[in-house]
């Protein structure tokens, strides 16, 4: 293990932080010297893409690609597809793109190296930590969704649901400790700023909400639940998924935190059927429904309406929906993900009318949340460091909320 403490910055330094700040837990695998160097230089190379090179291709846009399109259609764009087809034929968006992706591909590979020389070790530990008791319920029998088990996403070989050998953690221990560089530390040491955001959110907005039973669906590895579970304390917690290694790691993880009142179910969100009617009082999903298909997020809908009880909430956080009052160029660079991230529902999603599908779901138009989450800055990362005001189309640590109340008379 590397064990030294993260160099000291000057004042100046503009920089994502180094590895060695990242937030270290029982169930992190351990990483060496230059493991941490690898990662260190993939932060940076994301930094300098999203800071140095991605404005620019605005530039490119506005003074060379917009102009030849409207000569060549005879009028100005109308819609995003139109802007990214002519903009994957410019050498410089060309250049960032094909960066980009290098930068998500060597990141994967980086993560999996370490993972998995301690594949073993790592998954002894996590039966050791999650132990046999109610912590975990896994369902051997449960059938992977297409959706998932036909996508490597986010250019991770296997995704989230697959494993090399019974108990294997590998590619959740490689999300868990690799989303740090990812993300250059703006999700906080633990990668927890969706779940702090939305507890601040949920404070500030519903201050007398005192839920006693709680649910995340596509709860992953725990990152936004474990914020939730310790925010309430005295509520029952439950997180589902339906990848077993990635619950594994969770619940393993969760026991390693000190987080008690958490349980992880492996199920599918379209079917909850083992929970009863009206038995939760929040239904959470953090950036999880741009990784469904369109049948299974109406179905995944039904089914929040159909577990909440009476004034009970669902909130769904993510990017924002593409609408008239966002510029075509910038939907046409949020859709880079669904082309060259493996994200194939991110583009549709991100175009549906959301209102409509809860209000489908049986929630009332007047009970309809909307509003907006920016995760919280955590000075152990970033001691001195303002708000971010940037933005990088689809990675920038600040989401919108949807949702909705289930009214008394429904």
């Known amino acids: 293990m590397d064990g030294s403490a993260a160099p000291t910055r000057g004042a100046d330094y503009d920089g994502p932080p180094d590895y060695r700040a990242v937030g270290r837990h029982g169930m992190f695998p351990e990483t060496t010297h230059d493991e941490i160097e690898r990662l260190n230089l993939l932060a940076h190379m994301n930094r300098h893409l999203a800071t140095r090179v991605m404005p620019h291709v605005k530039t490119a846009w506005e003074a060379r690609v917009a102009p030849a399109l409207a000569r ?25 793109s094909a960066l980009r992706r290098m930068t998500m591909e060597q990141r994967q590979q980086a993560g999996r190296w370490t993972t998995l020389r301690q594949a073993e070790a790592l998954a002894a530990r996590a039966a050791r930590l999650a132990g046999d008791g109610d912590r975990l319920t896994l369902d051997p029998k449960l059938v992977v969704p297409r959706y998932v ?14 494993e090399a050998f019974p108990g294997d953690v590998a590619n959740a221990a490689n999300y868990d400790h690799g989303i740090f560089a ?23 907005q519903l201050p007398g909400f005192r839920p006693e039973r709680i649910l995340e669906i596509g709860a992953t590895v725990g990152h936004s639940l474990l914020p939730i579970a310790e925010a309430f304390p005295d509520a029952e917690v439950v997180g589902v998924d339906v990848g077993a290694p990635v619950l594994r790691y969770a619940a393993a993880r969760a026991r390693a935190m000190g987080v008690d009142n958490v349980r992880f179910v492996q199920a599918d969100g379209v079917d909850l059927g083992q929970f009863a009617d009206a038995s939760f009082d929040w239904v959470q999903t953090t950036m999880f429904l741009h990784e469904l298909s369109l049948a299974s ?17 669902v909130l769904h956080v993510e990017q924002p929906q593409y609408t008239a009052a966002m510029p075509l160029f910038e939907q046409a660079m949020r859709d880079w993900d669904a082309f060259n991230n493996n994200e194939p529902f991110w583009s549709r999603m991100h175009e549906l ?32 460091q303002a708000e971010d005001s940037g933005e990088d189309y689809g990675r920038k640590a600040a989401w919108h909320v949807i949702g909705a109340r289930r009214g008394a008379r429904a």
């Open 72 to 96: 060549k259609l005879g009028r100005a764009a109308q819609n995003r597809h139109e802007v990214r087809a002519a903009l994957a034929e410019d050498p410089y968006y060309q250049a960032w």
């Open 182 to 204: 990812t993300t250059g530390g703006g999700l906080g040491c633990y990668s927890d700023g969706a779940g702090q955001a939305v507890v601040a959110w949920v404070r500030r």
């Open 297 to 313: 997020l109406k179905a995944i809908f039904a089914e929040t309406h159909r577990l909440l009880r009476p004034g009970g909430m």
């Open 149 to 162: 088990s036909a996508v490597d996403h986010h250019c991770m070989p296997g995704s989230y649901h697959s």
């Open 353 to 384: 009318d959301m209102d409509g599908f809860l209000v489908a779901a049986g929630f009332d138009r007047a009970d309809l949340i909307h509003g907006g989450v920016t995760a919280v800055v955590d000075r152990a990362v970033f001691p001195d």
